[in-house]
Every structure is written in C-alpha cells, then in structure tokens.
C-alpha cells in the first residue's frame, strides 16, 4: 500500500493514477479517505487524552476509594470504549480505500486504456536475432515464422498435441472439468527439462530455491496485493477440515509465500538483495474470462510455474536495473529455446495487479493464430508489498525502511505451446528444441 502521507502530498497525481490504472475511484476515494484520516487523527487523540484521563483515576483510586472517583472512573471507562468503538469504525473505512489504491506508476510506464496502447521495446527471432524495427504483430509474420524445413500454415497446439499423443484434453474436462489438462510422454519430459534447465540457470545467478506452501492465509494474498483487487482469481478451501478452522487459499502464483516468509523482518542492507524462486503447482478461477482462450492449455485452473522474485533496498535505480537483470535471464531462457519473442512495456490500463509500478510482458509468436502470447512477466513493486509484508531494510547507520520488491515469471507450461506452434513440422511431427533432446531422448516427435 501507499503512505498515507505521501497520498496527502500527492493528492492529485494519486486521483489521476487511480484513472489511469483503471481502479475504481469509489473503491478508492481519495477525497473520502482524507476526511476519514483527518477524523481518525482527531479521534486517535480523544482516545489517547481519555487514556490518560484514566491513568490519572487509576493513580488516584489506589491512594482514594472516594465513591465518587469511582463513579467517575467507570464513566470513563464507559466513555473510552465509545470513542474505540468509533476510532475503529472509522480506521475500518480508512482502510478499505487504502486498500483499492493502486501502486503509483513510474515515469517511464505509458499511459494508455488497455493492451493496445502498450508499448514494444525490444523484439527477437532466431533467424535475426534482434529486430531493429519493432511494430505490430501482425507485421512480423515472415520474421517470426516457425523452425520448420517447410513453408506451411502451422495447426493449434491443442490440434498438434492430440495428434502426437503429448496433451490430452478430453481427458483432462473428464477428471476435473473445462480448463485442466493432461502433459503426457514427451510433453511432460519437455516441461521437466524446461524447468530444469531455468533452475541451473538461477543457481548458477545465486537464487536460493525454495519448497513454499500452495495453501495460504489471507495475509499472504493481501500483502502480495492479490486481496482485494484479484480476489475473484482465487480458490478459496472449505474450512471444515482445516486446523484451527484457518481460512485458506490456493495460490496462483508462489509469490505469496515467498514473500510472506520475510513479513515482520528486518534485513541488514548488507545482505540484499534477497533472490528467491519457486516451482509449484498454480491455480486461478480465470473469473471474468468466460468463452476467451478456452481451447487448448492456454487459459486454464492449474498451471505450474516457476517464479522468481528479490527483495532489494530500496532505491528505483537498483529496482530498474534488477527489473532488466531478471527480464534478461527471461530473454536468456526463450533465447536458448530459439522461441521468437518481444518484450512490452505495459500502459497503465494493463498493468494488472495493484502493486506493479512498472511491468515487462514477455510474449512469444504463435504462428497459427498470428498473435502473441504473454509467457513471462516481469515486475517492480517498489514499497508497496513490503509495506503490507513489514519488511524493512536497515542500512550501517541504523536507519530501517521498506524495502522494495521485484517478480518474476520465469517459466509456465505455456512454454510447451510456444515450442508446438513453433518446432512443428510440415510432416505432422514436432521437432524438440536442441537443449530438450537429452531429456526427451528422441530429436523428434512423431505422430503415433
């Protein structure tokens, strides 16, 4: 979240962010949220002298039984739990438009309306290399077309998948429903090598890997920024077999518990920054998505992903240079693959989640449809999780201040349809990228 006194100095410029970002202003009434600080204030003050009034009273008592003290101590007390009633009625409403306050936008982030206005700054393909004249997607067929010996219109992952018997969806809406799927054979063994191939990479960088619960507490999802603008994305468990009837959550994403394992801490500057990553099964409700992406593994329930986030000090140079660190192992892991790609700077009407500052979409070319397809994103969310998390930093001379965080997507089974669209040949096989050969055991594909 913001601070408060940062909205007060920059009322304006949150008003016209909330706009921007596409957040509702009623949720987050900034106008109504100060006039709810300044009685919060007010009000904070009549406790903290009723209080002291009592502490006085109490001094008394002990010395003087008088009769009257008495009474009056209990009229005091009366009156206290009034204005506590009151002070948390209104810090109640003041937080809840806190918390529909989006994360103020860096200078560099477009403003636009939607996905249309977001911006290309880099483009790449294995026969070019990188693009000089980057564009519109429909522009680069002929640069981003397929690894294929043939010239020919490529099929849908889901079409290829069946035919090769390494994806099965029928299967998957029989066991569980529309939207889950089944990697088989060589689809499952390309995802493993995909993700271990990422993992080397990351400890080679100097990342620690971590093994994270997918069921949270709320916590969790609110610090992150999930709770409350993506609320309807998460699955949330029937308490009725749960421990202390804790309310829990699927994730849809491990960063939640990764970085709610560092709330309430405080971090010597000396030892950031903090490189975490996690691979684990992911789960979204796609709400609001209905009849959009609904073939094939695109938009589905469960996914794995392996996410890689860092908390740094907190300083916007270190959070930009970090931000193109970790979009460069992105780059690297696509590179190595040979899949084409761009890279987006998204407006502000597409930036998504609340805590994103500033936000890189990954894309790969799918030649069967020709469009693109996020795989990765890549995010700076400066203060504003650690803010929820209460994850300081603290430098030589003692100073503590929130530290600034950054996500990473490093690899979803998305990948495996980038690879489909992209390997597939004009013979119906699919060729296995170079760098999956040893862990599929076979340089080809075919149809069984």
């Known amino acids: 979240m913001l601070n408060i006194q940062f909205i007060k100095d920059n009322k304006d410029a949150i008003k016209q962010n909330i706009l921007n970002r596409r957040f509702d202003p009623k949720k987050a009434d900034i106008d109504r949220l100060l006039e709810l600080d300044k009685q919060r204030v007010d009000m904070q003050t009549k406790v903290d002298n009723a209080r002291a009034e009592r502490n006085k009273f109490s001094h008394e008592l002990q010395k003087n039984h008088d009769s009257k003290l008495i009474e009056q101590a209990r009229g005091l007390k009366t009156q206290i739990g009034q204005l506590e009633d009151d002070l948390n009625k209104i810090q109640t409403e003041w937080k809840s438009i806190m918390d529909w306050i989006p994360n103020l936008k860096l200078d560099e982030v477009p403003i636009g309306r939607n996905e249309t206005e977001n911006v290309e700054i880099k483009a790449w393909s294995p026969k070019l290399g990188y693009v000089s004249e980057v564009g519109k997607a429909d522009q680069k067929m002929d640069l981003f077309g397929s690894m294929s010996d043939g010239d020919f219109k490529p099929i849908p992952h889901w079409e290829l998948g069946k035919k090769l018997d390494i994806l099965d969806l029928e299967v998957g809406a029989k066991v569980s429903g529309s939207r889950f799927y089944y990697l088989k054979g060589a689809g499952a063994l390309m995802m493993y090598g995909i993700f271990d191939i990422l993992t080397k990479k990351l400890l080679s960088e100097g990342f620690t890997p971590m093994e994270v619960p997918i069921l949270v507490k709320g916590p969790a999802l609110y610090g992150s920024s999930q709770f409350p603008a993506d609320e309807d994305q998460i699955y949330k468990i029937e308490t009725k077999y749960v421990e202390d009837d804790n309310q829990l959550y699927l994730v849809g994403s491990s960063e939640p518990p990764l970085f709610a394992y560092f709330s309430d801490r405080i971090i010597p500057e000396k030892n950031l920054p903090v490189k975490v990553f996690a691979n684990t099964p992911c789960f979204r409700s796609e709400a609001g998505s209905w009849g959009k992406d609904i073939r094939g593994m695109k938009r589905v329930h469960q996914f794995k992903k392996l996410e890689m986030d860092m908390v740094i000090k907190p300083d916007l140079d270190e959070a930009r240079k970090m931000h193109e ?39 790969v070319w799918l030649a069967s449809e020709g469009k693109w397809m996020e795989t990765m994103s890549d995010s700076i969310t400066t203060d504003f999780q650690t803010r929820r998390f209460n994850i300081k930093s603290q430098g030589d001379d003692g100073q503590k201040t929130f530290a600034y965080t950054l996500n990473d997507t490093g690899a979803t089974d998305r990948l495996l349809i980038a690879i489909m669209e992209h390997y597939q040949q004009l013979d119906g096989s699919l060729k296995v990228p170079e760098v999956l050969k040893e862990y599929v055991g076979a340089e080809v594909i075919n149809q069984g």
Do not use: S
């Not at 407006?347 to 890189?360: E, I, N």
């Open 325 to 363: 660190y970790l979009l460069g192992i992105n780059e690297w892991l696509l590179q190595t693959l040979k899949i084409p790609y761009h890279v987006i700077n998204m407006c502000t009407g597409d930036l998504g989640y609340a805590a994103a500052a500033k936000k890189y979409d990954i894309e």
